[in-house]
């Protein structure tokens, strides 16, 4: 639904008031007026990842912090557990590399143009860009842009070479049309409950693998037994 909304009103351009609005020209084709064409870099500061040294053991694995990689963000709007996470030691080698929560990453290098939000501090390796944002109400409007400039990030990024590699200056300098603030907070009041009720949901689907996780081999193991317990067997229909 926050899709088909975005849609509708920043590609079709039929948002609130839309009729009183006449368009004009830009470099990016024609747009409403009072909107603009700006750069990635002007919602944000756009940080590139980079991998804490692999001779230092000592960085990785104990829960400290996620560090994202792309197969992480895969069908996940929100990043909500990594493969591997940085001890308190690896993220502090680089501590200007720490992403707060609701920046936006982007995988930039070999399968670009995947698209996440990050729910907790976080840091990335160096094939994802994300954006810190400046102001959090165009946390959803951004998510959309970035997911439908895929193609142009392909294109970009482009070397001849096997693995497109778009860099850090490139991607800040992608240019997208940008709605009046007016519009891009009606958006934001819309549809925030929704991406945070995906957000939950989401969360709620890990706790869930987890406990089952836990469980599913002292039931089988004979360590759980069930044979007294009182449930409840019913056919709900």
């Not at 084709?29 to 990842?49: A, H, L, Q, Y």
């Not at 891009?184 to 945070?196: G, L």
Request: net charge positive; with cysteine.
């Amino acid at each position: 639904m926050a899709q088909a909304i975005y849609r509708e009103w920043f590609v079709n351009f039929r948002f609130p008031g839309h009729e009183k609005v006449k368009m004009v020209k830009s470099e990016l084709g024609m747009i409403p007026e009072g909107w603009e064409v700006k750069r990635i870099s002007d919602f944000g500061e756009v940080v590139t990842g980079k991998t804490p040294s692999k001779k230092k053991p000592e960085y990785y694995n104990d829960n400290y912090m996620p560090f994202i990689k792309t197969p992480d963000m895969h069908d996940n709007m929100f990043v909500l557990q990594t493969g591997e996470c940085l001890s308190q030691e690896g993220a502090f080698s680089q501590k200007n590399k720490t992403l707060p929560s609701d920046s936006i990453c982007v995988s930039c290098i070999g399968t670009v143009g995947i698209v996440s939000i990050i729910s907790h501090p976080s840091q990335t390796n160096q094939q994802i860009n994300s954006i810190v944002l400046k102001n959090k109400n165009k946390r959803e409007f951004l998510y959309f842009t970035l997911k439908d400039l895929r193609e142009t990030i392909k294109k970009y990024g482009s070397t001849g070479a096997t693995m497109t590699n778009l860099n850090k200056g490139k991607f800040e300098n992608l240019k997208i049309i940008c709605p009046d603030e007016s519009i891009i907070n009606s958006y934001h009041d819309k549809v925030r409950a929704m991406f945070d009720n995906i957000r939950t949901l989401l969360m709620k689907n890990n706790n869930l693998r987890k406990t089952r996780d836990l469980l599913l081999p002292k039931l089988i193991s004979g360590e759980i037994d069930v044979e007294r317990m009182d449930i409840n067997t019913e056919v709900i229909r």
